[in-house]
């Protein structure tokens, strides 16, 4: 069926300036704290490409990376704020949140995967959900785990490229290990909230969409 949103607000000029800023600030505090390499995170593409989304008012953009960052930015928030609590991490993952050996207030600037679910989440209301937003992060994210995959260690392991977070285990080989992380993303983290934001948001006004 082919449905067109009615027009909607575009985001206005004070928070795509602030999205500008906000990249200015937070890549090389980022870069000069943990390396270029920190940025093949695929919630850390998704900052970059949710600014670049805010600024340039692109809906796929935007789309592609609510599919990216909802569902992972949520155990995310969850493990820090049990950490902070209770003094315990709940799954993991945000230990360096809490490691003084890095500076305070760029430790803070991870905060961003509290407020990125709520800010995505406005920006669809804006300006509809681009049907397109799953297919475009599955193509973004074969690259990104691939690279992370050669300029990551097994310390870092980037993006879970050398040992998952569940079973803390390689699942064989380099290519069998990618393919079942892409696989995971794809089909378990990204397939299931795209259904769900095609569900609760229009497409954007200029957009046919077929469902």
Known sequence: MVSLAPTRDRVPVWLRWSALLWLFVWIPAYWHTWGAANFLHLCDVAVVLTCVGLWSNNSLLLSSQAVSSLLIDTPWASDAAWRFFTGRHLIGGTEYLFDANFPLWVRLLSLFHVLMPFLLLWALHQLGYDRRGWITQCIIAIPVVVLSRLASTPQANINYVFTDPFFKRAWGAAPLHLT????????????????????????PPDAATFL
């Open 180 to 203: 079942a992380v892409l696989l995971f993303l794809m089909l378990v983290v990204y397939l299931p909230t795209h259904l769900l934001l095609a569900r609760v948001f229009p497409p």
